[in-house]
């Protein structure tokens, strides 16, 4: 379906031409299958280019699995990711320990391309695909005076050889403010080019907040709590000079230890040198509104 969110990049973001190719016949045959809808945003959506399938599924941050870019890929595998089931309670109507299958049912699946900024100064884009997480909040109900959303990751000692280490306060857990949880720029993803979503990314279902540092984009989500109250993230807790509860992509705001004036697209081949940092990622125009007279740099 048509992507109204995608805009267009500049010829530093080409992509090799292998994983060009690549990325045509996988589209070309995922459309035969009628997976995906190719219909007039596709030309759109092509603007961006997606990193290749390997940067994407091999180049990863999960710190469950470790804290190296590779272990990921090399420990996720052992997370069970069926049956799955996801708890929605706090302030919403039908409060309830959903089965990842009946929540598939009841949502729109569709392709969206986004830039994926992490924090840490590296950039990919990814074609996830998924559904706005607004369609799952209304499903549940959300009450009036609710204000923000947490999310929880699986904690899960046996699967994850990461959580015997404190190296953060498990489990891993996230939160956003409900206008930003319903803004339809804001995704469950649970696939990628058009297949699951690898364990290492998230599977079954991880949060996709394209604006924001990657860090936001909890992954194996297991619980979404509606409140009327700020909740606390993990990055923010083990360092919070450094992460702040907001950690929109902001070009302007220096992480302590580095600049965010520019970042390194992951695979850029000849165009590997850095790029400028965009404001809110790219996605100013659609999301700007949301901080209106707020002070970002205090706001971190
Ligand atoms: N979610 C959980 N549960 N654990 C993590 O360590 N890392 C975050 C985010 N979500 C993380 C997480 C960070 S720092 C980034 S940059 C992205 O996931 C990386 O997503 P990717 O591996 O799919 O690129």
Redesign the pocket.
């Known amino acids: 379906m048509a992507n109204r969110w995608t805009n267009t990049l500049t010829d530093r973001d080409v992509t090799p031409e292998a994983a060009f190719l690549n990325r045509r016949q996988l589209m070309a045959g995922a459309a035969g299958l009628g997976l995906i809808g190719m219909a007039s945003g596709a030309k759109a959506q092509d603007a961006l280019e997606p990193n290749p399938w390997e940067d ?1 599924t091999q ?6 699995f470790g804290t190296g870019k590779e272990d ?1 890929a090399r420990y996720a595998d052992a997370l069970t990711t069926q049956p799955w089931s996801v708890k929605i309670d706090g302030m919403v109507d039908k409060p309830a320990d959903y089965a990842l299958e009946d929540i598939l049912q009841a949502m729109t699946t569709e392709e969206r391309i986004y830039r ?1 900024r ?3 100064g590296w950039s ?1 884009v ?1 074609p996830w695909n998924g559904f706005e997480l607004a369609d799952l909040l209304n499903m549940a109900g959300v009450q009036s005076g609710a204000k923000y959303v947490a999310f929880e ?1 699986a904690l899960r000692p046996d699967e994850m050889p990461g959580v015997r280490y404190p190296v ?1 306060d498990w ?2 857990v ?1 939160g956003l403010r409900l206008d930003e949880a319903m803004h339809p720029l804001t995704i469950m993803a649970t696939g990628i080019y058009g297949r699951d979503i690898p364990n ?3 599977a079954p279902m ?1 949060l996709v907040v394209p604006w924001k ?8 989500i297991v619980r979404i709590t509606l409140t009327d109250e700020e909740p606390p993230t ?2 923010n807790k083990a360092n919070p000079n450094e992460y702040g509860f907001y950690s929109n992509v902001n070009p302007e705001v220096s992480h302590p230890r580095w600049s965010q004036a520019t970042e390194r697209p992951i695979g850029g081949g000849v165009f590997a040198s850095r790029v400028p940092t965009q404001m809110f990622n790219g996605y100013e125009k659609e999301v700007a509104s949301l901080y209106e007279g707020m002070d970002l740099k205090a706001n971190f």
């Open positions: 994407i180049y990863n941050n999960y710190y469950e990921p994926f992490c924090v840490e990919m990814i990751t953060l489990p891993y996230e290492q990314n998230g991880r540092y990657g860090f936001k984009s909890i992954k194996s993990s990055w």
